[in-house]
């Protein structure tokens, strides 16, 4: 009853009304504000935060972090350009839930639950890659909810995709710094199982919002 209560706009990918204004009486390349708004949306963009958080919590080589972050970074900027460019919307409630989901997966992995369950474990490249693509699409249907003009897309788009990259290194040098002094601790390796269990309560905390804004929406 609660999650019926609560469910709403707040619960998809919303557009503050005040930059949604602006950017629909502009016309033409303006990079400023879309570096701007790609930063605003991915350093205030908790799933994705969480995401970024489960990629890199297990993760201690610098050559590794970078690796899965630029495969998460093809992704998405990936189908966030397209998306936009071809005007593929999906459901923002829908495209939520499976970030959500994507968080919930992370957790999971680094609980190792993926061989003690089923046996099996999963490419963990090839699924950043993937959730990579799906977080995009979100950043697609936020874009499109702006109904941009058309005079200077390409520009734009380009831009807002710099500035998304510029807020995900922002709070991927937050994650790192504040894990590197966690690491540290000896209540690290003993913290670290609930710490992930709590991401993946988040993740399904996440799913089900989205889920609930869909159906009563």
């Not at 879309?34 to 201690?60: E, N, P, Q, R, S």
């Not at 900027?77 to 970030?99: C, E, H, K, Q, R």
């Not at 058309?150 to 807020?167: C, H, K, R, S």
């Not at 991401?199 to 089900?208: D, S, V």
Request: hydrophobic share 55%.
């Amino acid at each position: 009853m609660l999650l019926l209560s609560l469910a709403g706009d707040a619960f998809a990918h919303a557009v503050a009304e005040g930059d949604k204004g602006y950017i629909q009486e502009i016309s033409g390349a303006h990079p400023i504000p879309f570096m701007y708004l790609g930063a605003k949306h991915m350093a205030t963009g908790y799933d994705h935060i969480l995401f970024l958080l489960g990629v890199i919590f297990f993760l201690y080589r610098l050559k590794d972090i970078a690796l899965y972050v630029t495969l998460f970074a093809i992704g998405h900027s990936t189908t966030m350009l397209l998306g936009v460019y071809f005007n593929i919307g999906i459901n923002s409630y829908l495209i939520d839930a499976v970030i959500g989901l994507s968080v919930v997966y992370k957790a999971m992995d680094n609980l190792g639950a993926f061989q003690r369950w089923f046996g099996f474990q999963p490419d963990t490249k090839a699924a950043t890659l993937i959730f990579g693509l799906f977080h995009g699409f979100g950043l697609a249907s936020k874009i499109i909810d702006y109904d941009i003009s058309p005079d200077g897309l390409v520009p734009n788009l380009l831009a807002f995709n710099v500035g998304v990259e510029i807020g995900q290194l922002m709070a991927l040098g937050a994650i790192l710094i504040a894990m590197g002094f966690w690491r540290r601790t000896v209540s690290f390796w003993r913290h670290a199982y609930t710490a992930n269990v709590a991401m993946m309560c988040a993740g399904f905390i996440l799913i089900g919002y989205q889920l609930t804004g869909y159906f009563v929406t």
